[in-house]
C-alpha cells in the first residue's frame, strides 16, 4: 500500500480543509493510506504581535513557512493551505498544483450587519486589506486588531466587547458555523484577499506519486481565477499585509478580474476592472495590475510599506 503524509496547519478550520480536500480522493484510491501531519507555524506560536511583524519573522509568510520546510525536507508529501496565506512567489523545487473548486470567496460580517454598526463601532480583524475596505465604507468605525483561529475571533466579540468582527465567509462555513454570520459583505465593494475560499495545493516537484494521485484534483475555473489574482499581486509587488482586493470571476471561455488597492486610513481607493481570455490568466492579472498603477497605486502602496 502506498502512503501521501498530507501537511496541514493545527487549527480547526486547518484539519476541516485537509478532510474536505481528501475524502474525494480516499474514494478515488482505497489502496492509498493517507496519514495527515499538522504543522505548527509563526503565526500560530505568537498571536500577540502584528500580523506584518510576524510575516516578516517568517519570512513573508506568517502561516506557511514551516510547513513549505517540511515539505522541501520530505517529512510531508503534500501541504493543504489556505492559498491566500501563500506567498506568490514557489520555492524553488515545489510546484503549487491546481486547486479544487474554492469555496465563497467573500469576507462575513459577524455580530452586527455594516449598516447597523453604531457610530464609532469596533470591529475586530487583522487584515489590513479589510482594516482599509471597512474605513473606506465606514470612516466612522474603530479598527481592533485581533489573531487567532476562526473560534477564537468569534469569541473576542465578547471578550472584547467588540460589536463586530470581519472573517472569511468561507472558513466560518467549513467550520459549519454559519449561523453566525450577520452579514455577507458585497464583493464589489470588498473584493477578497486573492486566492482566498481557495486551497493551495503543494508538493515537490520531483514526486512523481503525488502527482499522479492528486491529478485531476483541480478545478480549471478556480485555478484559473486564483492565477490571475495572484498574477496581480505580484505585479503589485504585495503580500499578505497590504491592503489588496482581487476577485477573479470565469465565465465561460472568458475571465473577469477586479483589482482594488486601499490605503490603510481608507481615505483613498483605486479600482480596474478588465476581461480576457479564461487561457491567459496571468496576463490579464499583470494588466489589471497596470490599470491600478496607472491610477495611483504605487502611492498607495508605498505609503503601506513605509509604515510597516
Known amino acids: 500500500m502506498s502512503t501521501l503524509i498530507v501537511g496541514s496547519r493545527a487549527s480547526h478550520l486547518a484539519r476541516a480543509q485537509v478532510r474536505e480536500f481528501l475524502a474525494p480522493l480516499r474514494e478515488r484510491f482505497p489502496d492509498v493510506a493517507f496519514r495527515h501531519r499538522v504543522i505548527t507555524e509563526v503565526g500560530d506560536q505568537d498571536r500577540r504581535s502584528a500580523l506584518r511583524e510576524v510575516s516578516e519573522r517568517g519570512g ?61 463601532g469596533r470591529v475586530g480583524t487583522s487584515a489590513s486589506r479589510r482594516i482599509a475596505q471597512l474605513l473606506h465604507a465606514r470612516p466612522d468605525v474603530v479598527p481592533v486588531e485581533i489573531r487567532g483561529n476562526v473560534p477564537t475571533r468569534l469569541g473576542k466579540l465578547r471578550t472584547h ?37 481557495a486551497l493551495g495545493i503543494q508538493i515537490r516537484e520531483d514526486n512523481g506519486l503525488a502527482r499522479e494521485i ?20 505580484a505585479e503589485l ?9 482581487a476577485f477573479g470571476k470565469a465565465d465561460g471561455d472568458a475571465l473577469t478580474l477586479h483589482g482594488q488597492v486601499t490605503s490603510v486610513d481608507g481615505g483613498r481607493q ?7 481570455p479564461l487561457s491567459e490568466p496571468e496576463k490579464l492579472g499583470v494588466q489589471v495590475a497596470g490599470l491600478l498603477l496607472d491610477r495611483g497605486a504605487e502611492d498607495i502602496l508605498a505609503e503601506v510599506r513605509v509604515a510597516v
Request: charged share 20%; aromatic share 2%; with cysteine.
Open 237 to 245: 509587488h504585495g503580500g499578505c499585509s497590504v491592503p489588496v482586493g
Open 214 to 233: 492528486l491529478a485531476g484534483s483541480g478545478d480549471p475555473a478556480t485555478d484559473a481565477e486564483v492565477r490571475a489574482e495572484r498574477a496581480m499581486l
Open 60 to 120: 513573508g509568510s506568517a502561516f506557511s513557512v514551516n510547513q513549505v520546510n517540511a515539505l522541501v525536507s520530505g517529512q510531508v508529501d503534500v501541504i493543504v493551505h489556505s492559498l491566500k496565506d501563500l506567498p506568490t512567489a514557489n520555492p524553488p523545487g515545489l510546484v503549487l498544483l491546481p486547486p479544487p473548486r474554492r469555496a465563497d470567496v467573500r469576507d462575513a460580517l459577524c455580530g452586527s450587519r455594516l449598516a447597523d454598526l453604531p457610530y464609532g
Open 270 to 276: 483605486v479600482e480596474a476592472w478588465l476581461s480576457g
Open 161 to 197: 466587547q467588540l460589536d463586530a468582527v470581519v472573517l472569511a465567509a468561507a472558513g466560518i462555513k467549513r467550520l459549519g458555523r454559519d449561523e453566525e454570520i450577520s452579514e455577507i459583505l458585497p464583493i464589489g465593494l470588498f473584493p477578497p484577499s486573492p486566492g482566498q475560499g
